[in-house]
Nanobody, 115 residues
Framework: QAPLVESGGGLVQPGGSLRLSCAASGFIFKLATMAWYRQAPGKQRELVAE???????TYADFVEGRFTISRDNVKNTVDLQMNSLKTEDTAVYYC?????????WGKGTLVTVSS
């Protein structure tokens, strides 16, 4: 099984909400800094939000309070709650795990914000 598997993407109207989830396996999840990145068509991959093993969070400026990252160290999952979605949030969203000597990426889940 892949170390990281994302789910929850889909089509949503502007102003709507989606909750992305990333299931982790094969490494000590509670030691990892977990993050969500996104890549829009024709653009570079960019950080959306990050949560450390201690629970500290960081958000990109474009989030503007609309997204919340959270983790569950029992279920080995990291979620991204996205509210007030905009058309410019359309992208493939990737989960990333950062450990001391290795990083893992998921394959991504597509989020399309369109009316």
């Amino acid at each position: 099984q892949a170390p990281l598997v994302e789910s929850g993407g889909g089509l949503v109207q502007p102003g709507g909400s989606l909750r992305l989830s990333c299931a982790a396996s094969g490494f000590i999840f509670k030691l990892a800094t977990m993050a969500w990145y996104r890549q829009a068509p024709g653009k570079q991959r960019e950080l959306v939000a990050e949560i450390t093993r201690g629970g500290s969070t960081t958000y990109a400026d474009f989030v503007e309070g609309r997204f919340t990252i959270s983790r569950d160290n029992v279920k080995n999952t990291v979620d991204l709650q996205m509210n007030s979605l905009k058309t410019e949030d359309t992208a493939v969203y990737y989960c990333k795990a950062e450990l001391t000597r290795i990083s893992y990426w998921g394959k991504g889940t597509l989020v399309t914000v369109s009316s």
